[in-house]
């Protein structure tokens, strides 16, 4: 029973990492219906910034996260503007290429100035933790935790009481309406870039001050992309709950099943097993808006 | 399809050849000679780069039928490859098959694979059916690492050296000749099929799912066909790219490699014959002058320079090919001809 909690509760840390990237993917897909493959990416540069700040400048805590948001802000509007608003009205193919290649530039970027080397920081982000009863809560998790429902409860705020944020719902809602409202369209999308590349950032500081900054933090993005199909690709509160319901489902199968398959290695494809078959039947996950289209 | 300046096409026959004018056939025959005398002269460095090509030429061809003509967006290529390599590998290690029967059973079990995962694309489209390709390549690549007594896991296997009616194909030149048979006959196939009622088919979904249901195409099976034809590129490809490495092993076959040949197609002009061509060369090129300008800035300016350029590198083509020229350089190229045709007037005479 013990193992059994514990492989529930590692999974629910893994849980909140993938929500906290999916929420980042989600924002960008509903304001601009653009399939941003390279979100795990802005979380590999959001490690080594968290580094770069807080070792080699030696800032305060505070500081070194508003440095780093601030390089977020600029990477996202640049990304907005250079690499997408071109591709607006193109199809999907070329937007998903687009994404692939900026993450391949991002990667890029991260090797030369960085080295695609290991930077670890710990010590240096408040560390929390907790035991309940045998069982030790990790750090990761509850960190993931509160800034996953912090973020969130600012992106509430944001869409519910600003100006931008209501426009970003609308774009969501319909483009045309929007336009024809007076709402630039442009805006909303930088907007929705600049949000998920700082929640991006802020997500890879996190997990690079508990487990440092590497290259196989933008590997987690691609597994993201599981939790943001189960949950629905449309809907942000889906995300972690299909993130949370995720990373214990793949930390379970892997605990009780790898030591059975020769090979092991479960828990790397278990979130691609998921994709296929949510795919197969419920292509708009648990709680995404069904799309319906007959012939 | 532009008609060169005094060709007349005076019947069907005519009208549906590929190539019309004695020039264009005069062109064909050219190339197909320089490929079949070049390793005379060329070095063994520059055959593998033109061996790789060939193979990277079969498989595009594949991609370019399912993603360009049919309009499915595949992001598992790769594992396909894979499937179509380790099939024959396994034939040929294991149960002794000779290499001329078992890369047809390779291409056949990566068509199988192909159809199996290509039955998500008759509910889903667009990004959900890259999210289940996706899925497909690192799916397969782990049921390979399973398979451990069959296929080596992650050790890899060997494979024995290929020869085809008692000749050897293990040096270098011989196994050009035989991916360059292969290169071209692709072409030739992949030319045909999409003007066969499949392609027309194929292209009435890429372009409108919608309307060509309504018109009686198919979309069940058509996708499923394009799904397999495409597959079966792949597992042709596969399965001559571990023939030549005579070793099969899960590193050969790459998430990245199934991204690259779709940038491959993107940088070549989708839906295209010529397009995919001028894309796998393209980008295959790029390789090469990463590979020799990497240690020169290595030295230069940092030794992580050199891995860095190759990602950005190839990020920044597709990136510049995009937004500059989605049509890719097959575009470019039809340009030029037109161009050419009336140089140096630039007005048509109607006689």
Known sequence: MTFFLQLVVTGFAQGMVYALIAIGFVIILKCSDVFNIAQGHFVLIGGYLGWTFLVPFGLPIWAALLAAIAVAIIMGLLIERLMLRPLVGQPVLAIVMMTIALSTVLGGLATLLWGAEYKAYHGLLPTITMKIGEISIPSESLIGLIVSITCVALLMILFRYTKIGLAMRATAEDLQVVQSVGIKATTVYAASWIIASVVGVIGGILLGGVSGANMDLALIGLKAFAVVLLGGVNSIGGAIVAGIILGMLENVAAGYLDPLLPGGGLAQVFPFFVMIIVLVFRPHGLFGLAHIERV | ?351
């Open chain 2, 1 to 351: 399809m532009r008609m060169h300046t005094g060709t007349f096409h005076e019947n069907y026959a005519q009208e549906m050849a590929i190539l019309s004018s004695r020039g264009q056939w005069g062109a064909v025959a050219a190339l197909l000679v320089l490929l079949f005398v070049c390793p005379l002269f060329l070095s063994d460095h520059i055959l593998t780069i033109l061996t790789t090509i060939g193979i990277a030429v079969v498989s595009v061809h594949g991609l370019n039928i399912l993603t360009g003509y049919c309009g499915q967006i595949s992001i598992g290529h790769s594992g396909f490859m894979a499937v179509g390599g380790y099939t024959s590998a396994i034939l040929c290690a294991k149960l002794g098959w000779p290499f001329w029967v078992a890369l047809p059973c390779g291409a056949l079990a990566a068509g199988i694979a192909g159809l199996l995962f290509g039955l998500p694309s008759l509910k889903i489209k667009g990004f959900y059916l890259i999210m289940a390709t996706i899925a497909a390549q690192f799916i397969i690549i782990w049921i390979i690492i399973q398979l451990r007594s069959l296929t080596g896991g992650t050790d890899g296997l060997l494979v024995p050296k290929p020869t085809i009616a008692g000749i050897g194909l293990s040096s270098k030149t011989n196994y050009y000749y035989l991916v360059m048979v292969f290169a071209v006959l692709a072409t030739i196939t992949a030319h045909n099929i999409v003007r066969t009622r499949a392609g027309r088919a194929f292209i009435a979904i890429r372009d409108n799912e919608l309307a060509a249901e309504v018109m009686g195409v198919s979309l069940w099976s058509y996708k499923l066909q394009a799904f397999f034809i495409g597959c079966i590129y792949a597992g042709a490809a596969g399965s001559l790219l571990v023939h030549y490495v005579r070793f099969a092993s899960i590193e050969q076959f790459p998430f990245w490699d199934s991204v690259w040949y779709l940038g491959m197609l993107i940088v070549g002009g989708m839906g295209s014959t010529a397009g995919a061509i001028f894309g796998v060369v393209a980008l295959k090129l790029l390789d090469e002058l990463v590979t020799v300008a990497g240690p020169i800035l290595a030295a230069a300016v940092a030794p992580q320079a050199a891995a860095s350029l190759a990602l950005i590198s190839h990020g920044l083509i597709i990136i510049i090919f995009l937004i500059f020229e989605p049509r890719g350089l097959h575009h470019r190229w039809e340009m030029i001809r037109t161009y050419f045709r009336l140089w140096p007037f630039s007005h048509q005479e109607i006689e």
